[in-house]
């Protein structure tokens, strides 16, 4: 099965919310669920970031030089 989704999608995900959370026209309660929603981002976030990690470490460990995930891989250093 591919991976529809990418380590960048990530980053963009949660560059889109910390502009939400900068929006000043949002009212108390919007604000609230801006936050919680940040909270259930930055969860789930911790999560594929340990798997990158994991992923990363199993692909050093066979000689593997690209992943499904991660493939802007090259970019990070060895």
Known sequence: MAVRNKIKDLRNHLFEQLERL??????????????????????LSDQLIEIAKTELNYMR??????????????????
């Open 22 to 43: 900068n929006d000043n026209d949002l009212d108390k309660e919007q604000m609230q669920i801006e936050k919680e929603r940040s909270k259930a981002m930055v969860s």
């Open 61 to 78: 460990f066979v000689g593997k030089d690209s992943s499904e995930f991660m493939n802007d891989q090259k970019a990070i250093e060895k």
